[in-house]
Each structure stands twice: as structure tokens, then as C-alpha cells.
DNA sequence: TTTTTTTGTAACGTTTACGCACCAGCGGGG
DNA sequence: CCCCGCTGGTGCGTAAACGTTACAAAAAAA
């Protein structure tokens, strides 16, 4: 019989490409990957990998056996899911991925309150915005501000986020209207026609929405942000009284697998309750 | 990240219940199994399996992981499986699994015939019964004598086995027909009801066929038998002048992933042409 | 062009995991 | 009853797998 962490090793060589890609993927060194590497070769029946354009590629038939080693790494993940939820004391490693933004407004207080009140959990805060941490084990609980999260998610929306458009009161100051512009996460943001200055052009476009915010608090143009961000800070003030546009749901989620793990669901709950203890804020 | 191998202990470790056991299973010593069972244990938050009178039983938990590593085994026996059928010359190792009577009375020179026409193919022949054989690997190509088999194999239907009923002529000579008994696979055969001694009692039960034919053979009693077996013998002899009952059919069948090779394509074609010419002796 | 980085390979010394032999404890069968 | 077989556990020597280091070749950068 076989070893089953050859298939780990073929889906990894074909993601990474090279020896030693792998070999950090795998915690291991480039070497002890190509041994392994000429081991499975021999024992297979035709190449797995050819070398081509300085990179391993795989062969018609590793690309099935790649198909079959994606697989068995989904229930690989699936057994490190239940893994993770197993432990049913609240003790343990968890993890909880946030947006630097939620977390630095709105939780930093709330995620030290339950660190300290549950003293045998090590909690881990992640500050990724990727959604695909969960499936991967990366995290046990994110919260995001997504309009759909993913359905085979499971978990509750807190509220509405609500978001105005803002300025620093030294830019109103010392611009007048015709010369102010934009900062925004893209170039065609449709929004603005719907503000006070909806002919003003995009200046300045910043992916990050922490940037934004930054660049927004040192007065380098008008933004749009969430409310929760910009009212607590003195010198920000709304552009027009138009009530808070609530743009994406503020959501808590986990996997399905994890939801029944006591640590899962105390942290789900200490979270879920600090946001919507907050709920005025946020929703503007 | 976890070594995919430690699912392959999880579930062989359950099936077998003991260390010693499960290292047979997987080709080393039980030491070795302890072992790797306590480092599995040392990364686990919760235990996988406890000692339960004088044996290792899965805890629920353990349990989870069994379910996940059983779903794992099988895209690795259809990896096995691809891998197989991955070497698409006449070359390489090659397995067939047909009962010992059709081996012996209907095939012998036919896979000799192959083996010496295909001088680099390793043909393995395996005498057993199960026809499981194909799903877990052990055998690419399966010879069976069934009436329905099982409909996720794929390959053809030769004829159907024509079994009539024989005695040793010695047999009929020295006993009067009361004293004649019936040597069956079972205490109820109930076709013994449309023979020329419905009435005689079975006498001898064999299950199996090899062991019953040689009982027959022998002069031991009557007994139904397949005409591609009992015809060749200068001895026995038909105990009427009915055609031969179709009773199931003979197939040469295949896993559907190993039907593209090349290997066992020609295996499928040479045994069932070799069948197919002895078709007037196989049906009676 | 030269230089730098990144690639895979080869040699060497160490660690680790392994098999072997042996042990005691428990059960079933004679 | 005793004995035999099977269980898992322990100590020891070995062999396989590993990381480190060094090296040559090819691509990328200067």
C-alpha cells in the first residue's frame, strides 16, 4: 500500500512549481523534497512531472492524480475542521480573523475583555480579508462586512454597515468646492453622482481601506467611510445630512463544522454581542 | 500541516483493533505503529482511540475521523486505479482474478498463450473468488461466473454456464438408485426436485466447487455440475438426456477506470475470445 | 556584457524513525 | 489446572531519511 502524503506531495509540487517552493510549502528543504520526489517517481508506472521552462509541470497523468490529491485535501481540511472543534472545553488555540478596521474601532477593547476572561484559550487575531481563510483552517471565526457571505457559512448578520462621505475640516477650509477631489477604492465609483459633489473627479484611488481612511484623516481629499470609522474622529465632519447609506451587512461567521466547538460559540456570541452593543455606530 | 498518513493509521488502526494487526496491515511492526500512534495522539486535543478490553476502540470523536479517513481511501484506490491504467504499453504488471475451475478446465493454455505473446507484461494470476478484488486493486481483470454482476463494472458477458447433473459411471454401476445420494454446495437444493432422483437425500455437502467436482469425480455420489467440467472426464457420465440449465453467466469484467489500458484491453479481448470459442463446451 | 538570484544536484554528517529481540500480562483451550 | 497464543511495552543497534553545505547552470537584473 501506498503512502497517502504522496498525493500531498504531487498537489503541492504542481501548485508551487519548484523544488524548493514546496519544500517551504511542506516545511521541509528543497532536497529532502526532490528525494522524495525520485522516490514516487519509481514507484509510479509513468512520469508524474516533467521539467519544462524551469518548472515542474505535471503530465497528463499527474494532472489526474493532481485532481485526486485536491480531493482528498478537501477532506484533509474537513478532519483538521473537526479536529479543531473536538476540543470542547473552552481551552485551546483559537483563532479569529477580522478587518484591521473592525478591530481596531470597533473590538480592540471586546477581543482583550475575552481574552482575559477566558485565560486557558489562546486566541490568535488574523487581520486577512480573504473569506477563504475558513474552508483553509486558517481561522475558526471571521467576522467581514460582505452584502452575500459565502452560504455554506453559517452564522448572523449583526447589522448593517452605514457609510457617509466625509472630509477633514482643514481640506473644506482651505479648498473651495471646484478643486476638491475624490479618494476611492477604484476609479469608476458610481456613488459619488450621488453626493454633494458628484461632478468632483477621483484623486487619489487607494485599494486599502485603512490607507483610505488615513488619507482621509490627513485631509487629502473627500472619501466615503464608514461611519464607525470616521464619526469618533474629531476633525471629520459629513459632507451633508443625508442619513447613513447601510452598504454590506456586518457579518460573524464560522464553518458549519466548527459552530457545535464551545470555544467556537462563546467566541461567535462575545463578538456578535460587542458589535451589536455598538450597533448606533456602526449603522451610522 | 498534518501528515495525510495519519488517516491511513486512523482507519487501519479501527478495522484491525489491535497494533500488532494494523502493523501487518501496513507493512511494519507494531512497535513502530505505537509509535506513530502516540505522536498522531500528541497532536490531537482530544483522544482518538481508547483501550477497551484488550483492544484499541475510536473514541466519537475518533469516529469523525474514520468517516473522513474512509472517504480518503477511496480517492486513493481510485489513484491506485489511475495509476494502473497510466502505463499505456503492453508492459509492466497486470492481474487477473479467475476461479480456479474456469482457470483449470477453460483457460490454462489461453493465459499461457498471453503471458508468452506479451513477453513484458508480469501477468499475475490470482485464484480468488471475492468480487471485491477489482474495487480495492487487487486484481485488474476478474473472470466470474454471476448472474447480475455488479453494475459498476464494466465488460461483457461471454455465454451463460450450462450445469447439468453426473455420477461416476463405477457410482451408477454399484449402487441401486435408492441408495443414491446427491453431493451439494447446500442442505437445500431445491432443483434436486427436477432431477431423475428427486427424491434421493443429499449426502455430502462441499462448498466448494473444486473440492464437490473432485468428490464427483471420485465416485462419491451425484451431483449437478458444470458441463465444461464434467464433459471432459471419460467417466462420468449425464444421468439423463436433458439440454444443460443456463444457470448464470460468465463474465470477464473490469473497473471502469482501468478499461483505457492498453494492458488490460488485450487481457479482456484474449480471455474472452478463448471463452468465446469454447462457447458450445461451456454451455453443455 | 557582468552580476545576482534562483534553480536542481551532489556529498557529508547527524538525527530520527525503524525493526528486532525480549518482556510481562491477560485469555482461551486442552 | 497448565499451557499456548496474542496483547502491548522496553531497550538497543541499525539504516533510512533528513538538513546543512557546497556547487554548477540558467534566468533575471544591472
Not at 221 to 227: E, Q, V
Request: proline share 7%.
Amino acid at each position: 500500500m501506498r503512502d497517502w502524503d504522496d498525493h500531498r506531495l504531487i498537489l503541492t509540487l504542481h501548485r508551487c512549481g519548484t523544488l524548493r517552493a514546496t519544500g517551504d510549502a511542506l516545511d521541509v528543504t528543497h532536497t529532502t523534497v526532490a528525494r522524495r520526489l525520485a522516490a514516487l517517481e519509481a514507484r509510479e508506472p509513468t512520469p508524474v512531472f516533467i521539467r519544462q521552462d524551469r518548472a515542474y509541470r505535471a503530465t497528463d497523468y499527474g494532472l489526474e492524480r493532481v485532481a485526486l490529491a485536491e480531493r482528498m485535501e478537501e477532506i484533509d481540511l474537513a478532519a483538521m475542521r473537526v479536529q479543531r472543534s473536538s476540543n470542547n472545553g473552552l481551552a485551546g488555540p483559537l483563532s479569529l480573523s477580522v478587518p484591521q478596521a473592525v478591530f481596531q474601532f470597533l473590538l480592540l477593547k471586546d477581543i482583550g475583555a475575552f481574552a482575559g476572561a477566558h485565560p486557558d484559550i489562546d486566541l490568535t487575531v488574523v487581520g486577512t480579508d480573504r473569506l477563504a481563510d475558513l474552508d483553509r483552517g486558517e481561522a475558526d471565526v471571521v467576522i467581514r462586512g460582505h452584502a452575500n457571505p459565502p452560504e455554506h457559512l453559517v452564522g448572523r448578520e449583526i447589522c448593517k454597515v452605514g457609510v457617509r462621505n466625509y472630509a477633514h475640516r482643514e481640506y473644506l477650509d482651505r479648498t473651495t468646492p471646484d478643486a476638491r477631489k475624490w479618494i476611492s477604492a477604484s476609479d469608476n465609483a458610481v456613488w459619488i453622482k450621488d453626493t454633494p459633489y458628484p461632478h468632483q473627479p477621483v484623486g487619489l484611488v487607494i485599494h486599502d481601506i485603512q490607507s483610505r481612511f488615513l488619507a482621509l484623516a490627513a485631509g487629502q481629499g473627500l472619501s466615503r467611510a464608514a461611519c464607525f470609522m470616521a464619526d469618533p474622529h474629531p476633525d471629520l465632519e459629513p459632507l451633508d445630512d443625508t442619513p447613513p447609506t447601510p452598504l454590506y451587512g456586518l457579518w460573524v461567521l464560522t464553518h458549519p463544522d466548527l459552530r457545535a466547538s464551545p470555544k467556537v460559540k462563546a467566541l461567535m456570541k462575545a463578538m456578535g454581542d460587542a458589535l451589536a452593543r455598538q450597533r448606533s455606530m456602526i449603522e451610522g
